[in-house]
């Protein structure tokens, strides 16, 4: 049992290039999401998913698109890198939860990303 | 101000020191998720509660949901507990997702 699975672990990018996060989980969760962690800020949630085909936007979506087309796989594809992008990358999958309810949360190991 | 508030932000300890690390929240919650994230590393699931007090090993969390507040204790502490832990809760209002608001984290450091 993997968990959930990121690659690449590190990756530097020139400003304008695109590339695809992999992130994958052999638990059968429902639900998951990606994040980016910026030194001094929380975790902030950039992509959601719900459900095979079904997508919806975080916090800070701009400058990224997923798709969900399995239970297992959820891509996070940087369509023009920009510096900004510069930071930690956080898959997590879970199953999901009912109103009121809460479920644990799986994390990969997370991608350095670098753009120059 | 943000939703989910931790302190301290940095800590320095002496092994075998009795640690607290407090987590202050403003919204109502159906769940407060305690992680662990060691340095370059990934981030591991450390506890999830909703009332009361849960146990693992020399780790403890506990939870006053009239007050908001949650604390991680550890006991007996060592090097290899130098980590960053992170607060996030879960908000009922969010429906059927699992979004987590996320703290900005507590960096712990163990000296031997």
């Known amino acids: 049992n993997a968990g959930v699975t990121q690659t690449p672990k590190f990756q530097v990018l020139k400003t304008g290039q695109s590339m695809t996060l992999q992130c994958a989980q052999d638990m059968n969760h429902e639900y998951m999401s990606w994040y980016r962690q910026d030194p001094g800020m929380g975790l902030r949630l950039i992509h959601y998913?719900?459900?095979?085909?079904?997508?919806d936007q975080g916090e800070v979506p701009n400058g990224y698109n997923v798709s969900r087309s399995t239970t297992e796989d959820f891509p996070l594809r940087l369509l023009s890198a920009a510096p900004s992008q510069t930071s930690v990358y956080f898959c997590?999958?879970?199953?999901?939860?009912?109103?009121?309810?809460?479920?644990?949360?799986?994390f990969g190991q997370g991608t350095r990303l670098t753009v120059v | 101000k943000n939703e989910v508030e931790q302190s301290p932000q940095n800590l320095t300890a002496q092994e075998g020191e009795f640690i607290t690390i407090n987590c202050s929240y403003s919204?109502?919650?159906?769940?407060l998720h305690w992680l662990q994230q060691h340095p370059g590393g990934g981030i591991v699931s450390l506890f999830m509660l909703s009332s009361g007090k849960k146990k693992h090993g020399r780790l403890i969390a506990t939870i006053n949901i009239q007050e908001k507040h949650s604390s991680l204790h550890i006991t007996a502490s060592h090097p290899r507990d130098s980590a960053v832990y992170i607060c996030a809760v879960r908000s009922p209002y969010e429906g059927a997702t699992n979004k987590l608001i996320f703290g900005t984290g507590t960096l712990l450091a163990v000296q031997p």
């Open positions: 998913s719900v459900g095979a085909g079904i997508t």
């Open positions: 919204v109502g919650i159906s769940a």
């Open positions: 997590a999958s879970s199953y999901q939860a009912g109103w009121g309810a809460a479920t644990e949360a799986f």
